[in-house]
Each structure stands twice: as structure tokens, then as C-alpha cells.
């Protein structure tokens, strides 16, 4: 329940997780208790790199299309007004993982990637300085395709 109480105090409509497995229980159990927020999740339970995110009701509504491309990368579709958008959630590999695993994330991602219409917008979490006490050092950027 902490996560959803945390996003709705701050106001948060859509929620990017990575390495979500640890979380998913109570997530899943605050999703089902307040039907404030949504989850959408993809990975295993026996695996590390999980995704997720969460959408804030009625917002998740709006969403047109789910794409789970892997356990450290998914989207989601979003009609926003008379936008289309996308929505990223991904987990890149980190020092210590070996070239090969490094080199599938970035092929799916840049695969992925060059399949969405320019005509639909593009928001990936990115580290950004600033934001360290708001939002975790997070922030949504456009990306430009």
C-alpha cells in the first residue's frame, strides 16, 4: 500500500518500476485493496529483472496496447486527450552483466523502437540531477524518433 499512498500524495499518474519482483506482492495487493492504480507487469517470480507500471484509474483506461518485449522491457499505449503515446519501462543491463546480454537489451530496445509511428510520442525514465528528493532522481523524457 506505501507505493500507491506514495504516488497518489505526490500526485503521480503513471509509475515506472524496474526490479519489481520483491515489490509485485504488495503492489498486487494495493491494486486490489484501493483500485486507486493499475499495475502492468511483466517478468518472472524466478527472475531479477522485472518491469513494470503503474497507471493511475481512470487513466488506465485510456490505454490502448500492451507490449511486454522481454523481463527488462515493456510499454504501454496511452490515449491522451488526442495524443498517442508510449510509455517505457526498462531495466538495462548494469556493470558485471556480460557484452551479449547488454547487446539484446540495446537490439530489442532500438527493434522496438523503430516500429512506433513518428506520429506517436515516446516517454522513457531517464537519472536526471534536481529531482533527488522529489521523484527518486527520475523524470520522464520525450524521445525523439
Not at 98 to 115: L, R, V
Request: with cysteine.
Amino acid at each position: 500500500i506505501e507505493i500507491a499512498e506514495m504516488l497518489e500524495r505526490r500526485r503521480i499518474d503513471i509509475c515506472c518500476l524496474q526490479e519489481t519482483l520483491m515489490e509485485i506482492e504488495w503492489c498486487l495487493s494495493c491494486q486490489l485493496k484501493q483500485k486507486k492504480y493499475k499495475l502492468f507487469w511483466n517478468g518472472q517470480k524466478t527472475a531479477k529483472n522485472d518491469v513494470g507500471i503503474f497507471v493511475r484509474e481512470p487513466l488506465a483506461q485510456e490505454i490502448l496496447d500492451i507490449k511486454r518485449i522481454n523481463s527488462r522491457l515493456m510499454w504501454i499505449k496511452l490515449r491522451l486527450e488526442r495524443q498517442t503515446m508510449i510509455i517505457f519501462s526498462a531495466y538495462a543491463p548494469q556493470t558485471g552483466e556480460s557484452e551479449e546480454i547488454k547487446n539484446d537489451f540495446w537490439a530489442a530496445f532500438s527493434d522496438t523502437i523503430s516500429t512506433i509511428p513518428k506520429s506517436e510520442t515516446i516517454l522513457i525514465g531517464e537519472k536526471t540531477d534536481g529531482f533527488d528528493n522529489e521523484h527518486g532522481g527520475f523524470v520522464a523524457t520525450q524521445l525523439d524518433h
